[in-house]
């Protein structure tokens, strides 16, 4: 079954229902899809050995039976954790997986290896190219993750978000890639970096299969597509409001929005505050000012095999006042909650930029996440949507937003605007 | 200097500078308590050995020589953490310390042992008698930290809370007790219980000491008495409100309320919206929802050797819809935003009862967290005011509640509210 690697997560179990192929056959159709493209594109820091007893699915039905890529952060305890490290810090084994692991295999998912992470999910970048140029980033943190789903090594594949780390890399490499509203999954057990901004989430090929791990995760209800999109208010919008955008990210943008008004929304600008121009600042202060907190020991201990970048921000952390980062918390706590009433009374769901264009050439950075940082300090539920090619026919995502806690509503719009898969 | 276990952190800090004791005096001060009354109150789980190198104070200044219990559930390389599993579940070390231990140890502070923490921060007791009372709970989930403080045993010790794990030991047992806004102090290293809500904060003897550990930790300017209460609002306020206040709780907040009057505040009556009286429930939800996912893989591996109580929690949390949560945490958010306007209209600061008496008899049960419930899922900081006796001499706390991020403001008034220490 070379070809149903491709398949959704429901065309899956329902091929095995009908006995066209076994609850392994996926894990090893990812297995050698691995062999085949690895060598290239380097997703992955550990790989489970093909003969472990791990890969025997659990005995939830859900998930039953599909391959997983798991960020190199989160805690394994039949996996070695490096934190992108490189090396300087590993846990052989942790005493207990993060929760995320177990909810996953609870659900008969199967943890098939780490994925690569830059250094502790900040910028320092690790090994992973991009399956569509290897000459080009992945992006960054949650690299081999995105790379793994986009080379079809895996079909699913867990990332965190603090900056940009998820819907970046799902841009540039030509994936969706969900970041739920923050605390919705559970970071036990998952390195935090600036625990009022990480978010854990994940990526996959098909609309469809980020709405099954959703329910799988959160036991919510089906998220099933709507008849169309009548009535649905949707908000362009590219924060931060000053920088010209790339062409092919305008194009992708207006792309989508001739593709949601098709389908019947209703989309129009949306004129913003001003003060949200500065949620990319205040987001700098916050993540400096936690993570100088959250890596301190690491920093203690290792800092001078740290990457340049992490010691210089963790340096700006230790140089940031309590009373600045408090201001920051605040105006974004202002920003969070007028945004709300924006939800509430004029948009369902905001349609911007994932990033500032494809994917950068090079594999010495992972490119810039100043598309995401306000949505992120802001905890609000994005997708990205892979729908779009630019630059030399490499992909250009574009994200959708909702309000916190509006998960649900998000992913049953882009499911009805995306076409089913197969 | 037996008496000197005493001495407010900056009293001791002094006396080493005029030559009048050694860095390591207080460290051996300690020791020697321990050795005194530990076989009585079984306050900690582990203790350094008294020639391990750890002693060594490191180079801050602020916490210089301060020896200090960290709780069980926080991560440490150089001590075994249990988690107040009893031995089900054991890390003989971790990878790195959890961050505060070295944010602790970076201004010269010394870790001295882990304090015993009910089964993962829950409701199964650990061995801990309350020093007050040897036939009385101390009081959960951060029993040690509270016992091992009111005992003497050290100056300094650090709790979480996620219902009542701070203020309510700190009342039993009779000593300060702060849990600051959500978030303030990075959990990184941290078991995680319900991650919306869980909090770093610590006990003392000496609201000075408080006060300069959160200097300490989060790098605020020191915090100082205000000369008198003038133009003080407080709002006396019992939540739930339709419980009848125990005898000696409604006397421990009258004094208070009538010393916070005698330094120039105004005290009044505090009616809050109905709704406020569901937050209790709504806690109960979120922490039931949250412990299942984060408590996933120990309940999985260890699930017949859990207490009742935690796996009744946990199987309470895989029968709660995501639906449920969600209604729960956006009633929290309304209450948040609703009291966030109380505290900029009405009053300063929120005077209410910690807990529904003094210590209960008895050591299979830890007491009752209702009254703190409430304010830990909206997050607000709260500090427990050890300054009433009730029932048979012993301790009853009221704690003292401002807006989120005004922990500065409120431990101003604490301190100009309660005698300077020696």
């Not at 105006?331 to 500032?356: G, K």
């Not at 598309?371 to 539920?381: M, S």
């Amino acid at each position: 079954m070379t070809d149903s690697v491709d398949d959704t997560i429901d065309a899956f179990r329902a091929r095995v229902a009908r006995g066209e192929c076994e609850e392994l056959t996926w894990w090893h159709a990812c297995q050698a899809r691995i062999e085949a493209r690895e060598a290239g594109v380097q997703a992955w820091e550990y790989l489970m050995p093909a003969t472990s007893t791990a890969i025997l699915p659990g005995t939830g039905q859900r998930l039953r039976g599909v391959p997983v890529g798991i960020k190199d952060i989160i805690d394994t305890a039949e996996m070695p954790t490096t934190w992108g490290t490189g090396g300087y810090l590993v846990s052989p084994e942790a005493v207990v997986d993060a929760a995320v692991v177990t909810l996953l295999k609870r659900q008969g998912a199967m943890p098939l290896g780490k994925t690569v992470s830059t250094e502790f999910a900040y910028f320092t970048p690790g090994k992973t190219r991009n399956p569509q140029d290897l000459s080009r980033t992945p992006g960054g943190s949650s690299s081999g993750s995105a790379a793994a789903v986009a080379a079809g090594m895996v079909p699913l594949a867990l990332g965190t978000q603090t900056a940009g780390s998820i819907i970046r890399p799902a841009s540039y490499c030509g994936v969706f890639g969900f970041k739920p509203t923050v605390n919705t999954v559970s970071f036990s057990g998952i390195k935090a970096f600036a625990p009022s901004m990480d978010t854990l989430g994940w990526f996959a090929r098909h609309i469809e299969d980020i709405c099954t791990t959703f329910t799988a995760l959160t036991r919510a209800e089906s998220i099933e597509a709507l008849p169309d999109l009548g009535g649905i208010r949707v908000g362009l919008r590219s924060l931060p409001g000053d920088r010209p955008l790339d062409a092919g990210v305008a194009q992708a943008l207006s792309n989508t929005a001739r593709h949601l008004e098709q389908a019947g929304a209703r989309v129009s600008a949306l004129p913003l505050d001003p003060r949200y121009d500065d949620l990319v600042a205040h987001h700098q202060v916050v993540l400096a000012y936690e993570a100088a907190q959250s890596l301190a020991s690491e920093f203690q201990q290792h800092g001078e095999e740290m990457g340049a970048r992490l010691v210089e921000l963790i340096e700006e952390g230790l140089a940031t006042s309590y009373a600045e980062y408090r201001a920051s918390l605040l105006a974004a706590e202002e920003c969070r909650q007028a945004l709300s009433r924006v939800f509430a009374d004029e948009v369902d769901v905001i349609l911007a930029a994932s990033a500032p264009g494809v994917a950068p050439p090079g594999l010495d950075a992972t490119g810039d996440p100043v598309y995401c940082r306000a949505w992120t300090l802001l905890g609000v539920p994005c997708l990205n949507l892979p729908l779009n090619t630019g630059q030399e026919g490499l992909p250009v995502g574009v994200q959708l937003i909702a309000d916190r806690w509006q998960d649900e509503r998000l992913l049953s719009i882009a499911r009805t605007l995306v076409p089913p898969a197969g």
